[in-house]
């Protein structure tokens, strides 16, 4: 996925001569100091002085193309970013309260994009049965039907999984019973392994 990055300027269509002229546009990104000029800027058609060269800073531009400036003054560009790192990271999904019957658990994780690996049922897990998991709207089982928390023991042997990516904004959500005795419920505490990639 990709997002934008606001660096000051608004890109739109610039009408240089009476056409759209990418070239002009290049002239732009170089005025807020985003991408330098090519190197093939026609100079006679839009007054490069003499001894102008491609890699001119932002007051340079600025003095030879003062229409590029102005333009760049009431513009905002956008530049798209890709996520360039990847961490182990922790969601907790802990209920705010005791939960007494049945209840969901929702978290949604702050990074551009987040896989969980493995789950770990705290506190007693056999008070609990898992309902269901879902990333946003899509069930992580393979059919309806509970599953006892001990599935997520923390001694539990081969339970990692490779849930489906929790993309930005995206909720994951835990449905669980409380089968314990105590009439009051209990909270439920629960920590998801996972790798998240951000910039």
Request: aromatic share 8%; net charge neutral.
């Amino acid at each position: 996925m990709s997002a934008l990055d606001i660096l000051g300027a608004r890109l739109a269509a610039l009408n240089v001569g009476g056409e759209d002229d990418v070239e002009a546009l290049l002239g732009a990104y170089d005025v807020v100091g985003a991408t330098a000029l090519r190197p093939g800027f026609p100079a006679a058609r839009y007054g490069t002085p003499a001894g102008f060269h491609p890699g001119l800073t932002h007051p340079a531009a600025q003095q030879f193309n003062p229409r590029m400036a102005a333009l760049a003054a009431r513009s905002t560009y956008l530049r798209n970013r890709q996520p360039n790192r990847s961490n182990r990271i922790i969601l907790p999904m802990t209920s705010s309260g005791n939960i007494v019957t049945s209840s969901s658990v929702t978290a949604r994780p702050q990074s551009q994009a987040y896989r969980p690996e493995k789950v770990i049922v705290g506190g007693t897990p056999s008070n609990w049965l898992i309902d269901d998991i879902k990333v946003g709207n899509r069930s992580q089982f393979s059919q309806s039907g509970s599953i006892p928390a001990e599935s997520f023991a923390s001694n539990a042997l081969g339970n990692e999984v490779t849930f489906e990516t929790v993309q930005t904004a995206m909720d994951f959500v835990m449905a669980v019973t409380y089968v314990g005795t105590n009439s009051a419920g209990e909270q439920f505490r629960c920590t998801v392994f996972g790798t998240a990639v951000d910039y």
